[in-house]
């Protein structure tokens, strides 16, 4: 007869999934690396099978630790329901949220609210194009995304903070910065600056350049957001993003596009069973009382 893996195994498993190291899941579990790597060891030999691959310095699950980290990590989760229903809910001492986002707005503002409030949460926080934040979310690689525009499923629970619509970027200084809109027509000369590949925005711009029969001969993709907005500040071209995505410049103005109207939905998306944690509920209400608060503040800006 097998013996059956230890609970202390698969919490070791679960960790080191979640947190994608073997060094960091003893920090989170408070105990040594060495023993990390011995329990999940033997839960490799009590399976027959390898559950990590080791790539260039990185961890990757195989398929049979992708199958069994997708059930080990909802018991962790109502592990973690279970402690909150015997613990004291006075205040949040501690804890730790992995969050991710694919844009740095509205995610940093909330998460300098939320460390201000709870000091004692410690929030992992990462930018990626929208096509690994969704992988990475179904994955239940994270705790939570902040996204635009997220795809739909029946293991998350989506959260719509604010709509927003697509802006051409660029210096005050560009000759088209004192207009009250501008056509993308009319940017075919520009050098077009955006995301990489994989970002929500390459997908909607690339849609909008073939619907209306354009051509843009140079195009300036780069890795990250702080990358766009340095291109943007050194006159490298004009942006097409999401209003209020980069963090307000007095250098950079923002021009509404004739041919792009449409609002997109900045939402957090949260998988189902992660929802009523202590921990995801506090950061969600922060993010909603921020989003409230600054949507209040436009609107008595717009009245005076």
């Known amino acids: 007869m097998n013996t059956p893996p230890s609970p202390y195994q698969i919490k070791a498993f679960t960790h080191v ?89 509205p995610a940093m503002p909330i998460i300098a609210e939320y460390g201000k409030r709870y000091p004692q949460v410690q929030i992992d926080f990462t930018l990626y194009d929208w096509t690994s934040a969704m992988s990475l979310l179904n994955e239940r690689q994270v705790d939570m995304a902040i996204i635009t525009e997220p795809a739909e499923s029946a293991s998350v629970v989506t959260h719509e903070l604010r709509r927003s619509r697509y802006m051409a970027y660029m210096r005050c200084d560009h000759r088209l910065a004192n207009r009250e809109v501008v056509s993308l027509r009319e940017l075919q000369n520009e050098t077009l600056v955006l995301p990489g590949d994989g970002s929500l925005t390459q997908r909607v711009v690339n849609a ?11 195009i300036l993709k780069t890795t990250t957001f702080p990358m766009v907005k340095e291109a943007l500040l050194h006159n490298l071209g004009v942006g097409l993003l999401l209003e209020n995505s980069l963090y307000p410049s007095q250098n950079l103005v923002a021009i509404p596009v004739l041919e792009m109207p449409e609002t997109y939905r900045d939402c957090v998306v949260i998988p189902k069973d992660k929802n009523d944690l202590r921990l995801i509920k506090s950061f969600l209400g922060v993010c909603i009382e921020l989003v409230v608060s600054e949507e209040d503040a436009l609107d008595d800006a717009r009245c005076q």
Do not use: C, W, Y
């Not at 350049?209 to 140079?218: D, E, N, Q, V």
């Open 17 to 105: 999934a979640r947190e994608g190291s073997f060094s960091l899941a003893a920090k989170v579990l408070g105990v040594t690396q060495s023993s990390v790597t011995q329990h999940v060891g033997k839960l490799e030999t009590v399976m027959g099978t390898q559950l990590f691959i080791r790539r260039r310095g990185a961890l990757e699950l195989t398929r049979a630790g992708r199958e069994l980290f997708a059930i080990s990590d909802r018991l962790t989760t109502l592990e973690q329901l279970v402690n909150e229903k015997i613990s004291d809910f006075s205040s949040l001492t501690d804890g730790h949220i992995k969050l991710i986002a694919n844009a740095p707005r």
């Open 208 to 218: 909008k350049i073939r619907k209306h029969g354009l051509a843009f001969s140079r």
